[in-house]
């Protein structure tokens, strides 16, 4: 009897840590986008200066430089976080407010990253700090910080089924958690999601990526997959490189703090005055190239998407950090959307084989990309993502290129 109420009690704390998961999630996504929109929509509608978007990345730079100096270097990238918690079963929380600031800082000054990195290391924290002061529960500490993770990704990327299969999945082999395990990640994760859910419709938020619907294919489209792929898994080497690049970079100036964030701004703004779309996390920006992709231009989207996976690799080296899925996945439907125009084959198509193939060979977890992206493509065209995901995970990358544990 006791066990049973044990574990009704820790289900129940697992529901309630879940919606605090919600919560912080919301609320960090709405400081967001009001800052964003203050700095970016309202400023720039007052005042008329040609080099407003290289001063204000500069500037950001300095701050998130100097915040750094003062903090640390902050937030850690997604793999390093689940990482630790495979092999320590927690996260440190000591730093988690200040965590917070290096992650929005880097946000609001319009850097080509996403906040998933951010937010899974303060919830990671929290979890861990929740799980010591519940004495009766420290036992469950790992497994508290783990369900805390899969709400948080589950969440940001608005995919519960993405949030529960990214943590457990390897590039090796997937163990699936235990029934009663599976029940814990679950109430966690729809509880987070339906607590986000009700306050973005009660006080509205961003409404995410947006879906794409693609044309009724004929059979023999589909033998384009394979093209298409590969142009995925050519992005994503060209990936790897610009890693290799930016990372060999930082360790030259790794004691250089300020004037590496500093010249991260600089890049940035330089870019975002003459490519735009190359700023911020891509996220809002795929539905401007949907809608304006004849007007952008073929050409134009395949510079804009090599220039950003540079950015990305940019921002988050000189201390800009956040996370790169967001921006992968923009560079995904542009270089699908540009093969598209210059075949005539249904873009959507092109972007889903692209996309997938891309985000899979960064991420190496098939069944977690295909789960991920479902939110951006029509379940029509599962088969072509489920093919391009696991041919990219057996596409070898070079371990020095990968930075995973």
Known sequence: MSKLKNNALFLLYTIMLGAIVGVIVWGFLRVMNLGME?????????????????????????????????????????????????????????????????????????????????????????????????????????????????????????????????????????????????????????????????????????????????????????????????????????FFAFKRLTSSIKKRLEKYVVLRAVAGGLLLGTAGTFLPLTMFSGEHQIGEVTADMTEIGAVMLLVTAAVKLLLTNICIDSGMKGGHFFPVIFCGVAIGFAIGMLTGLDPVFCAAAVTTALVGHTLKKPLATVLLLMIVFPPGLIPIMLFAAMAAKFIPTPKPLLGRD
């Open 38 to 238: 203050f700095l970016w929509v309202y400023v720039p509608s007052q005042i008329s200066f040609p080099l407003y978007t290289l001063c204000v990345c500069t500037a950001g730079g300095l701050l998130t430089g100097l915040w750094k100096r003062k903090f640390g270097d902050y937030p850690e990238e997604l793999h390093v976080v689940l990482g630790t918690v495979k092999k320590t079963g927690r996260y440190p929380y000591h730093n988690v407010f200040s965590t917070l600031g290096s992650a929005l800082l880097p946000l609001l000054f319009g850097a080509s990253v996403g906040p998933e990195a951010g937010l899974t290391g303060v919830i990671a924290g929290l979890c861990s700090w929740v799980g010591d002061k519940l004495r009766r529960f420290r036992r469950e500490v790992e497994e508290l910080t783990a369900i805390g993770l899969s709400a948080t990704l589950g969440t940001i990327f608005r995919s519960p089924m993405f949030g529960f299969m990214e943590p457990i999945e390897s590039d090796r082999d997937t163990v699936l958690p235990k029934a009663s395990k599976t029940v814990l990640y679950f109430a966690a994760i729809l509880s987070s999601f339906g607590v986000f859910i009700l306050l973005n419709r009660l006080f509205g938020i961003s409404t995410g990526m947006e879906g794409l619907e693609a044309e009724r294919q004929e059979l023999w489209v589909y033998l384009y997959a394979v093209p298409l792929t590969l142009a995925g898994i050519a992005a994503g080497w060209l």
